[in-house]
């Protein structure tokens, strides 16, 4: 019996231009996106041929569903980061729904974002992310090894900030991280991240 094919994923496309980031360092986290896409949709084809093929549960096929969640997450993770940033530079309205929620946990917009970038700026590879409890409503900073290890349960991506080097290494050494980050912040596109609150 032939394989139906399941619509495959597409990779989005970003024309973002921002200031403090070349042309390259863009270009080629892009093209890193674009090939968690391209591996989700092998890794969904051949997952596929294998049930209908009844091995699930052989050793192929238990390799194959662990490392889906690696590249699944790579791809939707790429794609918050993208869209939470934006050309212009924008500062975080203190009066919106964000902000008043970020006062509300943290005390100040300030020490939320002190308590961020201090998460960002972990040593080790991975994404800072400000997260959303969709049953208190509450947000929590949180460090994510890999793609797919630590995330909260049904907690609701606020804001994505993607730490691995290929996100910054173009343009800065590694070690210069803090830099990064500050050029991060500098084109966080709050409307878009305010958007994503429950």
Known sequence: MP???TKPYEAKTYTLQLENFSAEQLEQHYKLYQ???TQ?????DKL???REAGKLGTPEYNELRRRFGFEYDGMRLHEYY???LCSETKALPETGKLGSLLKEEFGSIADWEKDFRATGAMRGIGWAILYQDPLTGRLQNFWITDHEFGHPAGFTPILVMDVWEH???VDWKPTERPKYIDAFFKHINWDAVE???K
């Open 40 to 44: 989700t949709n092998g890794l969904n």
């Open 48 to 50: 596929k041929e294998l």
């Open 3 to 5: 394989i139906t094919q």
């Open 35 to 37: 090939g968690y896409v």
């Open 167 to 169: 996100a910054y290494c």
């Open 82 to 84: 993208f869209e939470n």
């Open 195 to 197: 958007s994503r609150l």
